[in-house]
């Protein structure tokens, strides 16, 4: 049971310059790769699907060297009618890979690199279905989780919310960029690549941040009043996650007195809420109400404990973590929807986080 605790008026999160943005989407929608980085630092060669050519491949193929594949919503996957490769972990954060896939025409090997353009640009046209892939194949496709890179921070989840935010068919083809010597690329070998070919290097992080600013990852549901032992005038607002988890807040007082406003991270330990417990730098959910409410205008934020994904341990204060697992970004989707929903007047970005 830990909290943190932001205190002082509201900072919005930066998420990069808007017009550096726009000129990379642009390049996007023009059929420009670029370079994602992911949460965990590993990097890709990606581009729009419906602008895959077999130049495009053969570049991959050459100065990537990893395994070319098809980043595609669950939807398409299963108007393609693809198939899920069978696993033997599943903890939630490995790539869904589905059976391997071919044109089932206009194609010979499906290796060379204008076949595999050939398959993508197969899969990517509206009117394919089943009938027009046959597998195994040479291109690898990879499914990606349905709250995008909200939900997992991955190239595939980053390659089809790339596409959408560029006005094209939410599909992505990206190939992991492996070092000379075959190991995983190193900042400095994929930044060498991106200056002698003038490619844009894009953090799956920034995307999220991107995308919120008109997709919302959580959306207000329903609020409530109620008086407890730490004192009338509290209201409980729920939201529902991209991913179908729900997170909660306890609103007290309003951001428009001109006060300081309290917003705080709590991760609920049901048993020790319950019981009343409390450890040395962990105070329970009731102490944090008593003592943020007499400061003046609160907002406290927690995961529901309705949630139940024992796969993940609940919003983090740093680390390589999705987006929906990250305090901080949870928070300043809060408050921005709390503003959005007329729930609570004033702030709406999330204020950086200073452990308790």
């Given at each position: ?41 590993r ?64 194609v ?8 595999r ?44 919310d ?56 959580l ?37 428009g007195?001109?006060?300081p ?96």
């Open positions: 049971m830990t909290s943190q605790v932001m205190t002082g008026h509201a900072m919005p999160i930066p998420c990069g310059d808007a017009n550096r943005r726009e000129h990379m989407i642009a390049r996007i929608r023009k059929g420009r790769m670029s370079i994602l980085v992911n949460g965990a630092g990097a890709s060669l990606f581009v729009a699907a419906n602008r895959v050519t077999s130049e495009t491949v053969n570049f991959m193929a050459k100065h990537a060297r990893g395994l070319v594949c098809l980043a595609l919503t669950e939807t398409r996957a299963n108007e393609l009618g693809i198939l899920r490769q069978p696993r033997s972990v599943d903890n939630g954060r490995q790539p869904d890979f589905g059976v391997s896939i071919e044109a089932r025409s206009g010979t090997t499906g290796i060379s690199a204008y076949d353009a050939r398959t993508i640009a197969v899969a990517v046209h509206p009117d394919s279905s089943s009938a027009s892939l046959v597998t195994p194949g040479h291109v690898f496709p990879v499914i990606a989780a349905a709250g995008g890179v909200f939900e997992r921070l991955a190239d595939c989840e980053a390659a089809v790339l596409a959408r935010l560029a006005g094209l068919a939410p599909m992505g083809v990206f190939c992991e960029i492996l070092g000379k010597e075959g190991g995983l690329a190193e900042e400095a070998d994929y930044r060498e690549l991106a200056r002698t070919y003038d490619l844009d290097v894009i953090a799956c992080r920034d995307i999220a941040d991107w995308r919120a600013e008109t997709d919302p990852a959306r207000f549901v329903a609020e409530e009043t109620f008086d407890s032992s730490a004192g009338s005038g509290w209201r409980l607002v729920r939201f529902q996650a991209i991913d179908g988890r729900e997170f909660l807040a306890l609103r007290f007082g309003s951001a007195s001109g006060l406003m309290t917003v705080a991270w709590h991760d609920v330990a049901l048993l020790d809420e319950l019981i009343g417990r409390a450890t040395k730098g962990s105070p329970t959910l009731h102490q944090i109400m008593r003592e943020a409410g007499q400061a003046g205008p609160t907002v406290i934020a927690f995961a529901s404990p309705n949630n139940r994904r024992p796969d993940r341990s609940g919003p983090k204060k740093t680390g390589c973590a999705a987006p929906l697992e990250d305090a901080a970004f949870v928070v300043q989707q809060i408050l921005a929807e709390l503003k959005r929903s007329d729930a609570a007047p004033g702030s709406s970005s999330a204020l950086l986080l200073q452990t308790a």
